[in-house]
T-cell receptor
Framework: GQNIDQPTEMTATEGAIVQINCTYQTSGFNGLFWYQQHAGEAPTFLSYNVLDGLEEKGRFSSFLSRSKGYSYLLLKELQMKDSASYLCAVMDSNYQLIWGAGTKLIIKP | ETGVTQTPRHLVMGMTNKKSLKCEQHLGHNAMYWYKQSAKKPLELMFVYSLEERVENNSVPSRFSPECPNSSHLFLHLHTLQPEDSALYLC???????????????FGPGTRLLVL
């Protein structure tokens, strides 16, 4: 079966750095997405990786290793507004998005 | 209005009611999606439409019936639902269903549904 694993919950301190990991087993691979979802709101697109390596976008970076079935989202200079759930999703060979259950990130002052 | 909008934002219905959820996208996209989001579970894809034709139907019970009258609008018709259908229903759109890296999906705010 297809599976996306990410930690259920993480806690970090304002101003610090946090890394949210995602591992996947899917039938084929056509890219990996990270989304942010604040409580009661829509998921919003953060990043897309299809090639190995690091993609940097401001305070957020996303890394992919296709051979290891692994990605991480790196958040720097954490702010209170970064408290949210972070969703990892992989597009399989049928171009269907397979979603993880999300990682709830709690930022403490 | 910009992006993806959904109405209503909240809905309470009995098991014998019939209701419809509406989604509208203002992005000029060709693909639209319905998802179900339950607490602490992954998003579940329900339906995909590409250029107004249904291309995916992931074993969804027949009490959920989608309709896509044009590329900007998507409906989800609900009838004789069960309490376990209570969830957040999200609509999304993308430029294309697949191809050339244009599959990034943009979500609406969702309809919070409670079935009593």
């Amino acid at each position: 079966g297809q599976n996306i694993d990410q930690p259920t919950e993480m806690t970090a301190t304002e101003g610090a750095i946090v890394q949210i990991n995602c591992t996947y087993q899917t039938s084929g691979f056509n890219g990996l997405f990270w989304y942010q979802q604040h409580a009661g709101e829509a998921p919003t697109f953060l990043s897309y990786n299809v090639l190995d390596g690091l993609e940097e976008k401001g305070r957020f970076s996303s890394f992919l290793s296709r051979s290891k079935g692994y990605s991480y989202l790196l958040l720097k200079e954490l702010q209170m507004k970064d408290s949210a759930s972070y969703l990892c999703a992989v597009m399989d060979s049928n171009y269907q998005l397979i979603w993880g259950a999300g990682t709830k990130l709690i930022i403490k002052p | 209005e910009t992006g993806v909008t959904q109405t209503p934002r909240h809905l309470v219905m009995g098991m014998t009611n019939k209701k419809s959820l509406k989604c509208e996208q203002h992005l000029g996209h060709n693909a639209m999606y319905w998802y179900k989001q339950s607490a602490k579970k992954p998003l579940e894809l329900m339906f995909v439409y590409s250029l107004e034709e249904r291309v995916e139907n992931n074993s969804v019970p027949s009490r959920f019936s989608p309709e896509c009258p044009n590329s900007s609008h998507l409906f989800l018709h609900l009838h004789t639902l069960q309490p376990e259908d209570s969830a957040l229903y999200l609509c999304a759109s993308s430029q294309e269903w697949y191809g050339s890296g244009q599959e990034t999906q943009y979500f609406g705010p969702g309809t919070r549904l409670l079935v009593l």
